[in-house]
């Protein structure tokens, strides 16, 4: 995950006591629920904060629906826990694009009513951002980074990941983000570095990403698995080239770190809003997704924490200097990837998704 979706998250925020957190999570119930209260999950720390502010007393103020923001994530087995025991006692969550689309091929969210929805809106949102089971909040992204110390702007750079892979033509130690976890990895970098088109990623052909992968090992200093990780080696200056999170690489920029983002061929994913299925409020709770996926609401988000909105009539709102550090930016997205959580998700003869074929594989070859 990068900066606004990791660190932040994890960074626990008391807007409620951890017993209500505790309960809501588990599928239980606790005494200070309402039938008037509407339970929204806010991730944590920073980003929290910005979406209490953003989100959830403007839409109290708007609909007079009391709000309770819980400042956690669910993981798809909390969610399991609560919808198959018909005890769901949260009404909003957050989840990132893979456990979304896990969650929904199983049957465990509602489907979005977009008849609430304003057509404006709808036509402003990226495609991506209206599934039938959520919709976007925030994008972020995989981003080839320099070290302008090594690669100042004068000199020629790599702008593609194909030029990535040329150590000869660009000399220097690169970073890329590990494979351990098979739905993050450099899968379709190592594709794009052999020459496959944009629009032909998927399915991907994992041998040839091997293949492509060994050409470059060689040059890897590190294959780094945590946003902390990578942000600690961008800081202490220990490549040339990086493979890094967009947050991650703006945080360090505004810190001096002479660094400089390359937005083209960027992988972007994203997280959504999404609503358990059989909760007992799902009506109301269609009504705050809509609400917190405005262009306005996207926006004020936006300014209070650096987190790219998917509504683009958002950027209307948004300070340019500030829309152009995000990837969703029209400038930025319009040579981006865009990852396919279907894929990884889908299930061989074999038994296996292709998360854990591209685990097996990396566990293998990491140590080779």
């Known amino acids: 995950m990068n900066f606004t979706c990791a660190v932040n998250r994890r ?7 951890s017993a209500i957190v505790a ?4 599928g239980g119930r606790t005494s200070a629920q309402s039938s008037n209260d509407l339970r929204v999950l806010v991730y944590g720390g920073d980003y929290a904060k910005a979406a209490i502010d953003a989100y959830v007393k403007p839409f109290e103020a708007e609909t007079g629906i009391k709000v309770i923001p819980i400042a956690d994530e669910v993981t798809l087995t909390q969610l399991q826990l609560m919808v198959n025991s018909n005890s769901v006692s949260v009404d909003v969550i957050a989840l990132n694009y ?12 509602e489907e979005i009513d977009y008849s609430l929805h304003n057509k404006e809106e709808l036509d402003g949102a990226l495609e991506f951002a209206k599934a039938p089971y959520g919709v976007g909040q925030t994008a972020y992204a995989y981003v080839m980074v320099y070290n302008t110390e090594t690669y100042p702007a004068e000199k020629p750079r790599p702008a593609s990941w194909s030029e990535f892979w040329d150590v000869e033509k660009y000399p220097g130690v690169r970073t890329l983000v590990d494979g351990q976890y098979g739905s993050q990895g450099p899968w379709e970098e190592a594709l794009l570095a052999d020459g496959v088109a944009p629009d032909a990623l998927y399915p991907m052909d994992i041998d040839r990403v091997f293949a ?7 040059h890897v200093r590190k294959w780094w698995s945590v946003g902390s990780e990578i942000q600690q080696m961008m800081h202490d200056k ?3 080239l990086y493979q890094a999170y967009d947050g991650r690489t703006n945080l360090l ?7 400089e983002i390359n937005w083209n061929q960027s992988k972007v994913t994203w997280d959504l809003w999404a609503i358990p299925k059989g909760g007992p409020k799902v ?3 269609q009504r705050f997704v809509e609400f917190a996926t405005r262009a306005d609401r996207q926006a004020a988000f936006a300014k209070l ?15 340019e200097d500030l829309g152009r550090r995000f990837p969703t930016h029209p400038d930025n997205i319009a040579n981006s990837i865009f990852i396919n959580a279907k894929w990884y998700a889908e299930v061989g003869a074999d038994g296996l998704s292709n998360t854990e074929r591209l685990i097996q594989r990396w566990n293998d070859w990491i140590l080779q």
């Open 11 to 17: 960074r626990f925020l008391q807007t409620t006591s």
């Open 23 to 26: 309960s809501a999570l588990s």
């Open 98 to 109: 893979p456990t979304a689309t896990v969650s929904a091929a199983q049957g465990l969210l």
């Open 212 to 218: 492509s992968l060994d050409k470059i090992k060689p």
């Open 238 to 240: 220990l490549a040339a």
């Open 253 to 259: 920029i505004d810190q001096g770190v002479p660094l």
């Open 283 to 285: 009506q109301n709770a």
């Open 305 to 319: 924490f650096p987190s790219a909105p998917t509504n683009l009539r958002a950027y209307e709102s948004i300070p």
